[in-house]
């Protein structure tokens, strides 16, 4: 089945920029889509086939995919961004198509 | 405005059975498809299980099938999980979550905790 990698932690000053990562086999050719998860919460969505993001969501949440990585960026880091991110892909070839990645669990220092 | 509403959750040992509901409002539940999703404790996501808008059109991780059924009724608005033969390693956070086309999970309930345990 499809695997997709996240590095377990990535930190950033606050107005800096954050850069997740998203490895996985050609995962350029998939419809990648970003998540936000603060303790105790729900997940929500950030940004959905690759690059467009929800009404709602900050202009600071932009995403890119080609080759074997997508990239989760956000812009101006502000403290309110610190929570875990995953990214996720729906493998339409497969039998169980729905695929996380393991996450990312930004520190905004 | 979309509203998701897990429940059924709960403590159950090991080899029990709990079912799960969603109900949804604030959206016509026919158009859309549906999944589960769960998260363990202090771990990450894992989707569980896929059904098309009409029911006709169903996917399991492999790590419950055989042992989980999903099901929708949209004359009701709801969606479902039985789950039978529960493991330890069944116990998380239990997500509804309603879908686009382009396979993102665009709005999810709050979840409810299932416990298995003795």
């Known amino acids: 089945s499809y695997v997709l990698t996240q590095p377990p932690s990535v930190s950033v000053a606050p107005g800096q920029t954050a850069r997740i990562t998203c490895g996985g086999n050609n995962i350029g050719s998939k419809s990648v889509h970003w998540y936000q998860q603060k303790p105790g919460q729900a997940p929500v969505l950030v940004v959905y086939d690759d690059s467009d993001r929800p009404s709602g969501i900050p202009e600071r949440f932009s995403g890119s995919n080609s080759g074997n990585t997508a990239t989760l960026t956000i812009s101006r880091v502000e403290a309110g961004d610190e929570a875990d991110y995953y990214c996720q892909v729906w493998d339409s070839s497969s039998d169980h198509p729905g695929v996380f990645g393991g996450g990312t669990q930004l520190t905004v220092l | 405005q979309v509203q998701l509403v897990e429940s059924g959750g709960g403590l159950v040992k090991p080899g029990g059975s709990l079912r799960l509901s969603c109900a949804a409002s604030?959206?016509?539940?026919?158009?859309?498809?549906m999944s589960w999703i769960r998260q363990a404790p202090g771990k990450g996501l894992e989707w569980v299980s896929y059904?098309?808008?009409?029911?006709?059109?169903?996917y399991y991780a492999d790590s419950v099938k055989g042992r989980f059924t999903i099901s929708r009724d949209n004359a009701k608005n709801s969606l479902y999980l039985q789950m039978n033969s529960l493991r330890a390693e069944d116990t998380a956070v239990y997500y509804c979550a309603r879908m686009t086309g382009y396979g993102d999970f665009s709005y999810w309930g709050q979840g409810t905790l299932v416990t298995v345990s003795s």
């Open positions: 604030g959206f016509t539940f026919s158009d859309y498809y």
């Open positions: 059904i098309s808008s009409s029911g006709s059109t169903i």
